[in-house]
């Protein structure tokens, strides 16, 4: 697993920057282009979680500074863990007025399930807006959980009766979840939710026993008291979370990150991918993504985009097929 897991660490920052001149497109090209009708930004996932807090945000932002002509309209397609919104964009191939939210699973649903027919290879990239972290996170009351071990003490002893929510199956919760029970030599149940948002509303209610959200899901409930972090799934710990120890301070070799980007379906016009890329570079650069990125836990460092990106994605898919065999397909499905 430790190749791996490097790996990962290496591609999801990496020291590129990628402007929409390394499309090829002329300025004047980019400014003949513009949407002429309602843009479609489908999140392939479910209301709350992390994905639809961005492409909320995103949304917003566009709309207080009037950078779009037309308006950008959030839709929720969660289904499948995310298949019903990569064939929804799969099936837009050519349309310059839908674009995509992703996450993790933009890699490992159509490994998984392959019946769905997506390549995403072929979708068009526009841009990384940032690299999302994960946390271990248990309810604040678990008085007698206060670090990794007696964590892992409690999970074994309760066994199958530890209840892990995730963001559906063979999605990044899944996958880490997997990833820590082939670590810890443990089983836990696992059960899917639509959305981040979800699984947290279930961690603070008790449904649940823990969760590895990312941080912005949990970061309200943090606040409040109602949750508390663990352990940090990252080379270093996150300034939103300087009191939380990371895997590898505590000697377990465990890091994994998710990617936030912006993609367009198959066939996408040159014209619209660079105005595209110029829009969420400018919102990228902007102090209100920059202070969400800081008091969420998210790295937002590099704008990555068009060619440089899509070389991002073919990386990625490689990484997760390796880590999926890794772990193995059934122990992340259930199956």
């Known amino acids: 697993?430790?190749?791996?897991?490097?790996?990962?660490?290496?591609?999801?920052?990496?020291?590129?920057?990628?402007?929409?001149?390394?499309?090829?497109?002329?300025?004047?090209?980019?400014?003949?282009?513009?949407?002429?009708?309602?843009?479609?930004?489908i999140i392939m996932a479910g209301a709350g979680g992390g994905a639809d807090q961005i492409a909320r945000l995103l949304q917003g932002l566009i709309?207080?500074?009037?950078?779009?002509?037309?308006?950008?309209?959030?839709?929720?397609?969660?289904g499948g863990s995310g298949a019903e919104a990569l064939r929804y964009i799969q099936d837009k191939e050519g349309d310059d007025h839908t674009i995509l939210v992703t996450l993790n699973s933009f890699y490992t649903t159509p490994v998984i399930q392959k019946g769905i027919g997506v390549d995403v290879s072929n979708f068009t990239p526009i841009g990384r807006m940032a690299v999302d972290n994960f946390l271990l996170w248990v309810h604040s009351d678990m008085n007698d959980i206060t670090d990794l071990d007696s964590y892992v003490a409690a999970v074994k002893a309760a066994g199958k009766g530890w209840k892990v929510g995730g963001t559906g199956t063979g999605q990044e919760d899944s996958i880490l979840t997997a990833m820590?029970?082939?670590?810890?030599?443990?089983?836990?149940t696992y059960i899917p939710f639509p959305g981040g948002g979800t699984v947290a509303k279930n961690l603070v209610g008790k449904h649940i026993d823990s969760t590895v959200n990312n941080p912005a899901?949990?970061?309200?409930?943090?606040r409040a008291g109602n949750t508390k972090p663990i352990v940090q799934f990252t080379a270093e710990r996150l300034p939103a979370y300087p009191d939380t120890p990371t895997a590898n301070e505590l000697g377990v070799n465990m890091e994994y990150y998710m990617q936030r980007s912006i993609n367009g379906p198959p066939g996408m016009s040159a014209e619209a991918q660079a105005w595209y890329i110029n829009l969420f570079e400018t919102l990228f650069n902007s102090?209100?993504?920059q202070k969400f990125c800081v008091e969420d836990g998210l790295a937002c460092d590099t704008y990555l985009s068009g060619d440089?990106?899509?070389?991002?994605?073919?990386d990625q898919i490689a990484?997760?097929?390796?880590?999926?065999?890794?772990?193995?397909?059934?122990?992340?499905?259930?199956?």
């Open 319 to 335: 990484l997760h097929k390796d880590l999926i065999n890794t772990v193995g397909a059934s122990a992340i499905t259930g199956e």
């Open 63 to 78: 709309e207080t500074k009037n950078l779009s002509p037309r308006p950008i309209i959030p839709i929720n397609k969660a």
């Open 1 to 41: 697993m430790k190749p791996v897991l490097q790996s990962l660490r290496k591609a999801a920052i990496p020291a590129v920057v990628a402007a929409a001149t390394a499309l090829g497109v002329s300025a004047p090209a980019m400014a003949d282009w513009s949407p002429k009708k309602p843009v479609e930004l």
């Open 217 to 222: 899901e949990q970061s309200e409930f943090f």
């Open 287 to 289: 102090e209100e993504w």
């Open 180 to 188: 820590m029970e082939k670590e810890f030599g443990y089983d836990v």
């Open 308 to 314: 440089a990106l899509g070389q991002y994605h073919q």
